[in-house]
């Protein structure tokens, strides 16, 4: 091997890497400069961390590879790695995402947000699932900041998941959150788990809807929301 290789942003500690991913959810990008955990928390000791390295390692070797060859050596480093990060969600704190970021207001015409997009991983197969998230909700007095709606749809596609029990998460926390008369969440995805195996391959898209209160019980309501979503997003 090499001496002088390069150096590799990605083959950081796992557990730095994993709680920069969480802060950039919990605070969002432009908030301000994320505060690294100096310590781990109770159960992310280094000690055990590399159970995943070893299981990337036997399934290499159950598929029929060599873990020890040099374009793989590193391999079960960058899944630990990928892996924590792309199911850094179990480890949000929703209080935090939230932060305050809840305001009472005389406003109560329905707020959408759609085209968020998000990448998932499926639980069946862990491959990913990915699209767009609409989010709608009408207020009963208290709305959220805008820039935490995606940060929400975040943190529940960053597990493992199947996209219904996804979309009634997002609508069930925005309803707890809120208490607004209605909420309603679609979401449209592609799921590599269909597109890459047998022979129904490509394109086939999954809508998913979950709709709360008025969302529900008003077809007024669901209307207006998916003449929103309808609605072509204005080009700049
Ligand atoms: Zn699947």
Redesign the pocket.
């Known amino acids: 091997m090499p001496t002088d290789k390069p150096f590799e942003p990605d083959l950081l500690d796992p557990e730095a890497h994993v709680r920069r991913a969480v802060e950039e959810i919990e605070r969002g990008e432009d908030d301000e400069p994320a505060r690294v955990a100096e310590k781990p928390a109770v159960g992310e000791q280094a000690s055990g961390s590399q159970g995943i390295e070893h299981a990337v390692r036997d399934i290499l070797t159950e598929i029929g590879e060599d873990p020890a060859r040099e374009g793989l050596l590193r391999t079960p480093e960058r899944m630990h790695r990928m892996w924590l990060e792309l199911t850094c969600g179990y480890r949000v704190d929703p209080d935090r995402l939230i932060n305050g970021a809840v305001f009472d207001v005389g406003y109560s015409e329905m707020v959408v947000i759609k085209g968020i997009p998000f990448y998932s991983l499926?639980?069946?197969?862990?491959?990913p699932?990915f699209g767009t998230a609409a989010v709608g909700y009408l207020p009963r007095g208290r709305v959220i900041g805008l820039s935490k709606i995606p940060r929400v749809v975040e943190m529940y596609a960053r597990r493992l998941q199947v996209q219904e029990r996804m979309t009634q998460q997002i609508a069930d926390f925005l309803q707890g959150r809120l208490n607004p008369y209605g909420v309603g969440v679609v979401i449209e995805a592609e799921?590599?788990?269909?597109a890459m195996r047998g022979v129904q391959k490509g394109g086939a898209t999954m809508v998913t809807s979950s709709v709360l209160g008025t969302f529900r019980s008003s077809k007024e309501t669901r209307d207006e929301f998916m003449a929103h979503l309808e609605r072509a997003v204005p080009r700049a």
């Open positions: 499926c639980e069946h197969h862990m491959l699932f799921h590599l788990c269909l």
